[in-house]
């Protein structure tokens, strides 16, 4: 039980470094209705004016009939902060003595 417990914590955490270092943005595709002749050139070009947190909130302009879908959920839809409270409390279970014990469950500062 611990032992998962704290695998989850650190998936979480994991997880989270990992969004928040592509700029909070969901991972998706871009499409475009013909043939791209140079698809590396076009995902370099994306991910230097979008990946990132420095480049967080940034307009995307799409040229020629390309279309951009996300394929992933957002973290609120994936109950991201709820999980790292959740663990928190879990992983304070293993340690009864540590003021993160004495705290109710869902009251712990992140």
């Known amino acids: 039980?611990?032992?998962?417990a704290i695998?989850?914590?650190i998936a979480t955490e994991e997880y989270g470094r990992k969004f928040f270092a592509n700029?909070?943005?969901?991972s998706g595709i871009?499409?475009?209705p013909g043939t791209v002749k140079d698809p590396e050139k076009v995902?370099?070009?994306?991910n230097a004016g979008f990946a990132g947190s420095g480049n967080a909130q940034k307009?995307?302009?799409l040229e020629e009939g390309m279309k951009y879908t996300p394929i992933s959920i957002s973290p609120e839809q994936a109950q991201f902060l709820e999980t790292r409270k959740f663990q928190i409390?879990?992983?304070?279970?293993?340690f009864p003595n540590s003021?993160?014990?004495?705290?109710?469950p869902g009251e712990v500062e992140l």
Do not use: C, F, H
């Open 1 to 4: 039980m611990a032992k998962n």
């Open 30 to 32: 871009l499409e475009y």
């Open 7 to 9: 695998g989850l914590a």
């Open 23 to 26: 700029g909070a943005t969901p």
């Open 43 to 46: 995902r370099e070009s994306w």
């Open 99 to 104: 003021s993160a014990y004495d705290r109710r």
């Open 59 to 61: 307009v995307a302009v």
């Open 89 to 94: 409390d879990e992983i304070a279970r293993i």
